[in-house]
């Protein structure tokens, strides 16, 4: 079983910065494939970036690419997501999830989320 808790969302200006952080529990973490996910009000969940087991690998949504960058620390058991030049279109909640690949079809894990609003 693995527990994903999700930290960093806030408030912040257009083009500003934040990082989010997903702290998973257990000790299978470099196991799991994770990606970031974000759902605005009204609309669906939807990919935002992914990172293979070992952290080789990352994918991004076009609309993300260039601006964030997503990582993972398997020692410390978390994923990263750094958020920079922040658009008011990126408000939403961000959850991390856990899955046998990367872009996957179902996830085994999921956060809480975190709300992350930019202001215009």
């Known amino acids: 079983q693995v527990q994903l808790v999700e930290s960093g969302g806030g408030l912040v200006q257009a083009g500003g910065s934040l990082r989010l952080s997903c702290l998973a529990s257990?000790?299978?973490?470099?196991?799991?494939?994770m990606d970031w996910f974000r759902q605005a009000p009204g609309k669906e969940r939807e990919f935002v970036a992914g990172?293979?087991?070992?952290?080789?690998?990352?994918y991004y949504a076009d609309s993300v690419k260039g601006r964030f960058t997503i990582a993972r620390d398997n020692v410390r058991n978390t994923v990263y997501l750094q958020m920079n030049s922040l658009k008011p279109e990126d408000t939403g909640v961000y959850y991390c999830?856990?899955?046998?690949?990367?872009?996957?079809?179902?996830?085994?894990?999921w956060g809480q989320g975190t709300q992350v609003t930019v202001s215009s």
């Open positions: 257990g000790r299978t973490f470099s196991s799991y494939a």
């Open positions: 990172i293979t087991r070992s952290g080789g690998t990352t």
């Open positions: 999830a856990a899955s046998e690949a990367t872009r996957s079809s179902t996830y085994k894990y």
